[in-house]
């Protein structure tokens, strides 16, 4: 089965990588990842305003657009993910708004996609047991921190992928590649988001803070589904190197690269160049390449 | 015929502005049996009473129409002067010309004009066919059933007791003092709660007007006010209260300890226990879920030691039946159910307690005997963090609504920390402080001064175990900084909410629970220990959450208020009600089946069926029900109905 696919600018940009891993492992898993035809930016913020109909028109368009194309629609970045199934959601709930949304964008559009997250469609559609069979070199020994970030969870309500509390969805994910989950309290925190633009300290604060969480409950390396979370937790790991003398540099992956990896890719595909801190030692040590 | 009269009130400009009074009295005295009719500018007042008075007496009437505002305002006003001139109350009526047509037709003063003269012609329709009723007279018993034996109930009926009437207390725990068994010292004088508690729960046991049964709950209810018959079931205790002398041998030698709810999960108990030490009354019970004689019978120690032979293994769950006149709902509270609150992590971390299992800590008879310890290893927390308004003041996840104790209880358990731990550090997070009592808001700001209790007014988003700390993350609104605080212990001040099972009491008691299950009361500020049924009154927090005060002064009102009610010994109740036409009836049940009042019984000698005249509160639902039209209200029927509709139609 095919299911539709919004990549969203980043996974064409900064996080190729996790753009070509998600499409090489549905290809092993047995599904492709169709991606829209003609989409846009989806707007990166879910408007606080409830009168902010502007900000709902990205993203409505480009689910109207999907639901000509299928019934399925996924996304890989958590941020994207938010903002569209939270608008779905309204669309969906909300008939004055969504007269007025589709007067705006002049389609019509009811709410009828159903908007799944990656790690979703591994869970719900394809099953973590056969990802189980699929696994040619399990990550025996990986003590990996699922970071889950907050954009994957919250609202609840509006969200439902897993108790926003004690999320488990992605350790489960992990274990079934036969990986160590790490379970630390930080994993989910605000990385601060769009902070590293405009108060570049509140994004490295927030960062060591997760990093260390997991550090100290033991994490090898930090797995992550968000290219906004990654480059925060990653790409940071220099200013907080220079601001907090000691710390020892983690790699942050994302979940794809790890299940390319456990499902026998050539790790040379896996896009480990554009991690900032390389993974290639730890993974070398821990002989899976 | 009937000589009538109509009476038009002007309600100052409230009906006069709007609809053409002077033209409507002119028209109704045209009607042929209207013998009187008058206009005035206030006709609920002395000389306007005095005018329908005058008519009655001079031109004979034999029923009055008042056309003026609602019937809830004043139809007593007006039945009361009718009957003071002999006339029969019931033949006179109220047409509502101003709720429901000045009010509402203030741009079309002709057409309300109309309205109103269509609405007195169908209101004079129904007179002429009124009966003259006598209220229904109904003898009531004089005693009184108190559903809860906390302060709430115990206060109350202590109160009746003392009044004289004879009080039934039942108390679903085995023993007397509810939640307030649990707590240290109150606010704000810091007395011990647990002396002055046993005191009364004392005088109750030995009081000869109080038939007492703890371990005790409603099983069933009938009946109206002046008229409740009760089955009480008596749950077995497996031990002969007359004969145990509470020497508690058995306790001693009980080999199984299990988690305490009483204390909140701090302590264990036996499986045969007292509630609390030196409880009111003494005596101990069988737990049959934890007690190994009933999980594979291995165990009889308690039977072998008891000196006195009051272990009974056979014993069964006993059913009593009572009569009452009123009855006291007084069912209390229970926290909030803190394993819902995820991000508080309360469940999961062990050093992360309620405000009850403070309280508990604090207790002299408490687990630790007055210690202030970490549940997870013992040590004397340095860090401590109290949140308030966990689950209370958050419409949009838990209880919208304020749980009023919390601030007070805060500040009284920060201080107790202080005293006891000197170099300790209390955190408060707030989010405004409530201190309405006598005296709570001095005492408040004595303890933050004297004590150096740290004030946070901020929310708290995440609470977890990190370091073998209680990590807790908040803000400071105040200063607009997020807060981190590395704590050894962390205090849910969590939100109080209905005790279980009160939405079935409720429901045998055909009281009214409102969207928390609190009980609601007939008006909150008129009749606030009334319940929305005739006979059944409320106290203590199964109303609303309040503090000991509060629960006292309200007690005390419930048990005057029924004092009241019960001074006589016959109920004037209003005639207003079904009657069945015996030789259309043709027993079909239909009407028993929907009488939400169960005012309607078959009677099988007869074949027909009934109208408990006491219980019957005229709804109407049968006479709708009714395939045959054998039903009718009083002063309602079908014919005056119609008559009325036709005047609209027409």
């Given amino acids: ?289 | 015929m009937k000589k009538l009269g109509v009476f038009i009130c002007h309600c100052g400009v409230n009906i006069a502005g709007t609809v053409d009074v002077k033209s409507a009295a002119g028209k109704m005295g045209e009607v042929e049996d209207v013998a009187h009719s008058a206009d005035y500018i206030y006709m609920c007042s002395e000389p306007g009473q005095q005018i329908i008075r005058e008519a009655i007496r001079e031109k004979e009437l034999e029923g009055v129409v008042v056309a003026c505002c609602s019937p809830s305002m004043h139809e007593n006003t007006f039945r009361k002067a009718v009957k003071s001139e002999g006339m029969n109350p019931y033949l006179c009526e109220i047409a509502n010309i101003r709720e429901q047509c000045s009010w509402v037709h203030q741009k079309e003063k002709e057409k309300a004009t109309e309205k109103a003269e269509e609405i007195i012609l169908a209101t004079l329709e129904k007179v002429r066919e009124n009966e003259k009723l006598e209220a229904i007279s109904v003898s009531i018993n004089r005693s009184v059933l108190v559903i809860g034996g906390g302060i709430a109930g115990m206060t109350a009926a202590l109160d009746l007791a003392v009044g004289g009437y004879e009080v039934t207390l039942i108390e679903r725990e085995q023993a007397l003092g509810g939640h307030m068994t649990q707590l240290s010292k109150t606010f704000p004088d810091l007395h011990p709660a647990l002396p002055d508690l046993l005191a009364k729960a004392r005088e109750i046991e030995g009081h000869p007007g109080i038939d007492l049964h703890c371990y005790s709950e409603m099983e069933d209810v009938k009946g109206y006010v002046g008229n409740f018959e009760l089955t009480i079931r008596k749950k077995a205790t497996h031990v002969d209260w007359e004969k145990c002398n509470g020497c508690g041998l058995c306790i001693r030698d009980c080999p199984v300890d299990y988690v305490s709810q009483f204390e909140r999960g701090l302590g264990v108990r036996k499986a045969i226990d007292l509630l609390y030490s030196h409880s009111v009354p003494n005596k101990p019970v069988i737990h049959r879920s934890h007690c190994r004689y009933f999980i594979d019978g291995s165990c009889r120690k308690c039977e072998e030691v008891c000196p006195e032979k009051a272990i009974r293994f056979k014993q069964k769950d006993e059913r009593i039946g009572k009569k009452v006149g009123a009855i006291v709902v007084a069912t209390g509270f229970d926290l909030y159910p803190g394993e819902r609150l995820g991000e508080y992590g309360y469940g999961e971390i062990p050093d992360v307690i309620d405000g009850l299992a403070l309280e508990r800590m604090l207790s002299v008879d408490g687990p630790t005997k007055g210690k202030i310890i970490r549940p997870s290893d013992g040590k004397v927390p340095k860090e401590m963090v109290f949140i308030q308004c966990v689950a209370s003041r958050d419409p949009d996840r838990y209880m919208p609504y304020c749980s009023r104790i919390c601030c007070m209880y805060t500040a009284k358990q920060a201080k107790i920390y202080k005293e006891q731990v000197p170099d300790g550090q209390p955190y408060i997070f707030y989010m405004d402080i409530r201190s309405d009592g006598k005296g709570y808001e001095e005492f408040l700001q004595k303890t933050i001064e004297e004590k150096g209790l740290l004030y946070l007014r901020g929310r708290v988003s995440r609470v977890f175990q990190d370091d073998g700390k209680v990590r807790v993350l908040g803000v400071d609104t105040l200063t607009g900084k997020m807060v981190e605080v590395a704590a050894d212990m962390v205090v849910l001040a969590t939100a109080v909410v209905p005790s279980d099972g009160v939405k079935d009491l409720a429901a045998k008691l055909r009281a009214t629970v409102d969207r928390h299950g609190f009980l609601t009361e007939a008006h909150i500020k008129l009749y606030p220990v009334e319940s929305s049924t005739k006979g059944i009154y409320l106290a203590g927090c199964g109303q609303s959450p309040k503090d000991i005060s509060d629960t006292v002064s309200q007690a005390s009102a419930t048990a005057s208020k029924i004092q009241a009610l019960l001074s006589t010994d016959k109920l004037l109740q209003d005639p207003l009600i079904a009657f069945v036409d015996e030789n259309i009836c043709s027993g079909c049940g239909i009407c028993v089946e929907i009488c939400p009042y169960e005012a309607r019984e078959m009677d099988s000698r007869r074949g027909i069926s009934v109208v408990h005249s006491a219980l019957c509160q005229g709804c109407g639902a049968c006479i709708a029900a009714c395939p045959n039209f054998a039903c009718e209200l009083r002063n309602s029927s079908s014919i005056q109905t119609l008559r009325m509709m036709d005047t609209f139609m027409t």
């Fill in chain 1, 1 to 289: 089965m095919d299911y539709l696919y919004f990549p969203g600018c980043t996974l064409y940009t900064k996080a190729k990588n996790l753009d070509q891993t998600a499409r090489d492992c549905s290809h092993l898993l047995g599904f492709e990842l169709k991606e829209i035809s003609n989409w846009t930016c989806c707007g990166a913020t879910f408007p606080l305003a409830t009168d902010n109909i502007m900000a709902l028109l990205p993203p409505s368009r480009i689910l109207a657009r999907a639901r000509q194309e299928g019934a399925i629609l996924t996304t890989l970045c958590a941020i994207c993910f938010n903002v569209i199934k939270r608008t779905n959601r309204l669309i969906q709930n909300d008939g004055e708004k969504r007269e007025k949304i589709n007067n705006f964008i002049e389609m019509n559009y009811q709410g009828d996609l159903r908007v799944l997250h990656y790690l979703e469609i591994l869970k719900q559609e394809i099953g973590f047991s056969k990802i189980k069979e699929r696994v040619k070199k399990p990550l025996a020994g990986l003590k990996a921190g699922a970071y889950y970030g907050c954009m994957l969870l919250r609202p609840f309500d509006e969200m439902g992928f897993d108790d926003k509390e004690r999320p488990t969805l992605f350790e489960e994910f992990l274990e079934a590649m036969g990986a160590e989950p790490v379970d630390f309290p930080y994993k989910i925190e605000c990385c601060g988001s769009f902070q590293s633009v405009g108060s570049p300290e509140v994004a490295t604060e927030c960062s060591y803070k997760i990093l260390g969480s997991a550090i100290k409950n033991g994490a090898e390396v930090v797995v992550s589904t968000c290219p906004m979370c990654t480059f925060n937790i990653d790409h940071k790991q220099s200013d907080i190197k220079e601001k907090y003398l000691g710390f020892k540099p983690i790699p942050v992956l994302y979940f794809t690269q790890l299940l390319g990896m456990a499902m026998g890719l050539d790790y040379q595909t896996l896009g480990f160049g554009q991690n900032f801190v390389d993974p290639l030692p730890l993974l070398k040590e821990k002989g899976f390449i």
